[in-house]
């Protein structure tokens, strides 16, 4: 006996976001027979099962994964049921979240870097270009917080703003001692810091986005 079996309404998964926003989901829509594997058994070709050329689903790429027919065990009852997965790939495209997140967080890391330009005896504009990178990544996180899943573990683009909020701190806190020390009329050793900051900097920087988003 074949039937036409169609299904409307909203549908959930369980996603695993620790690569968001570069992240790649599998989708499974699960048909379970009341009756066992003795009794039935649910067969249906790839001809027979498919998906609309052109999804109303935004910012993802959804292509059809095939069909799996497994035995559905119910703890309940002790009991074998026979079961079909129609299996959906989703992959999300990043590219809102990589010009309008990750490219603004690069600049603003960036900020932090012309301090290391600016001659020491200009103290308040090198404390003051970097405490205004500190406060726009404040404002900056603040402005993602309802975008980003709240979710208790982190993705990749939580590892790489954790990351960039720790370099532009160090960017403020290195600034702060090189004006110190060169006010206790140390300039070779604050030259040094100096110097070395502005290549060290953008290292971390490449340091940081390569261990949030390849490793």
């Not at 695993?16 to 048909?31: A, H, S, V, Y």
């Not at 001809?47 to 059809?64: P, Q, R, Y």
């Not at 006010?183 to 971390?204: F, K, M, Q, V, Y």
Request: with cysteine.
């Amino acid at each position: 006996m074949a039937f036409i079996l169609r299904s409307y309404g909203d549908f959930s998964f369980r996603a695993d976001l620790t690569d968001f926003p570069f992240d790649e989901q599998q989708l499974g829509f699960q048909i379970v027979s009341s009756y066992g594997e003795d009794d039935v058994q649910l067969v249906s070709s790839p001809e027979m099962v498919g998906i609309a050329e052109h999804l109303s689903v935004a910012n993802w790429n959804v292509t059809f994964a095939g069909i799996r027919a497994l035995i559905h065990y119910v703890p309940p009852v002790d009991r074998n049921l026979v079961r079909i997965d129609i299996l959906l790939n989703a992959e999300r495209r990043a590219g809102y979240y990589s010009w309008q997140q990750i490219l603004p967080l690069f600049l603003v890391v960036a900020m932090t870097w012309v301090v290391f330009w600016i001659p020491h005896e200009y103290v308040p504009p090198r404390v003051g270009l970097a405490a205004t990178a500190m406060l726009t990544l404040i404002a900056y996180r603040f402005a993602m917080s309802s975008v980003l899943p709240p979710i208790a573990y982190l993705t990749r683009l939580d590892v790489f703003i954790v990351g960039a909020s720790i370099l532009v701190y160090a960017g403020l806190a290195t600034t702060v001692s090189v004006s110190y020390i060169h006010e206790r009329h140390n300039e070779a050793l604050a030259d040094g810091i100096n110097r070395t900051a502005r290549w060290l900097s953008p290292l971390l920087l490449v340091i940081v986005a390569c261990y949030a988003f390849y490793w």
